[in-house]
């Protein structure tokens, strides 16, 4: 079955960038999902942060639009987070996620990786 | 943006209780409506999908309904692992733009 593992620094400086990559194992990233960071601050609810297709098509967050981008690799079969300009509030889990079509154009996060902590300080 | 409010945002009920949690959307959504469970540590597991279709493998004590603002999770008869955070999640924005509750922490009474 598909399985997302998400890899990158733990540790980011404040003003960096943040970069992160999800290895998708068990299925293609080609597949007709789309692909998904989300986010959780410590002892906060889940954000959403953006999503890419395997075409390249983006959507992402309003409030974090100018600092995301989120790119494929499908030579790789992963996916990868870059999130510029942060401060300790970026500090968080962060989690990849596949968006699959359950129901018509219904879809919901069915596959989750384990999540990776980050943690922005100097 | 469309904003969810869950309520309660916590809980306390024992096991075998019957608990229902409230998800409201600040505009209609259709039936774009998802619902997950958070346990502490690890990443959330999907419930319900589609307001009212039970996800593989979740047992039947879990449901789901509603559509358009108003959205409920019942759990028919807790469980002692039913104790965990839940969250609903929409996508009916277009452009997609995702958004969740702020969740909803069911406690042991």
């Known amino acids: 079955q598909v399985q997302l593992q998400e890899s990158g620094p733990g540790l980011v400086k404040p003003s960096g960038t943040l970069s992160l990559t999800c290895a998708v194992s068990g299925g293609s990233i080609s597949s007709s999902n789309w692909w998904s960071w989300v986010r959780q601050p410590p002892g906060k609810g889940l954000e959403w942060i953006g999503e890419?297709?395997?075409?390249?098509?983006?959507n992402y967050n309003p409030s974090l639009k100018s600092r995301v981008t989120i790119s494929v690799d499908k030579s790789k079969n992963q996916f990868s987070l870059k999130l510029s300009s942060v401060t300790a509030a970026d500090t968080a889990v962060y989690y990849c996620?596949?968006?699959?079509?359950?129901?018509?154009?219904?879809?919901?996060?069915?596959?989750w990786g384990q999540g990776t902590m980050v943690t922005v300080s100097s | 943006d469309i904003q969810m409010t869950q309520s309660p945002s916590s809980l306390s009920a024992s096991v075998g209780d019957r608990v229902t949690i409230t998800c409201r959307a600040s505009?209609?959504?259709?039936?774009?409506l998802n619902w997950y469970q958070q346990k502490p540590g690890k990443a959330p597991k999907l419930l319900i999908y589609a307001a009212s279709s039970l996800q593989s493998g979740v047992p039947s004590r879990f449901s789901g309904s509603g559509s358009g603002t108003d959205f409920t999770l019942t759990i028919s008869s807790l469980q002692p692992e039913d104790f965990a955070t839940y969250y609903c999640?929409?996508?009916?924005?277009?452009?997609?733009?995702?958004?969740f509750g702020q969740g909803t922490r069911l406690e042991i009474k």
């Open positions: 999640q929409q996508s009916y924005s277009t452009p997609p733009a995702i958004t």
């Open positions: 505009q209609s959504i259709s039936s774009y």
């Open positions: 996620a596949r968006g699959n079509y359950l129901v018509g154009a219904i879809r919901a996060f069915d596959i």
């Open positions: 890419i297709y395997h075409s390249g098509s983006t």
